[in-house]
């Protein structure tokens, strides 16, 4: 007995372990790794915790790729700082999706739309976080997203929808005709959630023609459709979209980070009080603050920061990190 006692060894970790520790390592929870992987939310759950009764291979798939990417950027950041003798070791990776308020909220306006094919909009003055959030949501199954821009005809957004949905190229036809093929698509095809972000640009004076083809498409569709832009969208759709605006399910008008979540960001890194206060600033300013503006400074922060080997950020690195931006 003595003898098998001293003979004991250890196990590698399990593929379960091993993924949990790296969401632990990056601060990145069940959902997000979900939506990452393109598989439920349930789904991913169960396998962590032990409870997936189901075939677990292609999952495990996935998540064996997520494992292997995370090792490989620990080992190329190891190799860097190896290679210009200095460490980093003690400056933290960005959050690559924060959860804020307006982040959940935004989700969970997608999310409602699509199971209950719904009309919901999304409201945010620029730089607050709405389109990152809205891609981060379009990784999910069944969820086509359009960018739109001001340059938009309605054939231009037609086709847009269709390249999003998987329809063949070079369909042709009338406005009419494809869009019809649009619903014929949605109706055979249930679940669905259609994101139009920057929809204030397909409005102007002269003509709402192309809001008129979403509106069609969610009146004779089961689709859920999500409609996203900056302020003037919400004006444009109550003064001269009434029949849109008389559909709306859902709505969410974006509101910025608080100073709190701005201190939740930035949580993990050493900074003084007053590269904080500068912090809070140019996030919650009302004339000027947004989360870009915030993420912009840190990106040139954690650059400069890398480069010269240090880890506390001070006013004095922040205000380096100011000189190489456009405010």
Known sequence: MEALAQNTYTMEKTLRERVIEILKELKMNKAELALRMNFSR??????????????????????????????????SETEEVKAIGRTVSGVKPKIAYFESKDYIQTIGVCKSCQENMALGIIVAKSGYGKTHALKKYA??????YIECDDT???????????????????????IWSRVNRIRDFFNANEGYLLIIDEADKLINKYTQKKMEIIRGIFDQSDVGIVIAGEPRLEAEIKGNLARFANRMDFYYKLKGLSPQEVKDYMEGYDVDDAAMMEFISRATNAQTGCFRLLDRTLNNVIRILKENGQTQI?????????????L
């Open 42 to 75: 349930s789904a991913v759950s169960q396998y962590l915790n032990g409870k997936y009764n189901s075939n677990p291979e292609a999952l495990e798939e996935k998540l064996t790729e997520f494992v292997k990417e995370y090792e490989e950027h620990v080992k």
């Open 314 to 326: 001070t006013m004095k690195i922040v205000n380096q990190a100011s000189n190489m931006m456009m």
């Open 152 to 174: 938009m005809a309605c054939r231009d957004l037609v086709e847009a929808i269709e390249i999003q949905i998987g329809m063949p190229k070079g369909s042709g036809g009338t």
């Open 139 to 144: 990784k999910m199954p069944r969820v086509a």
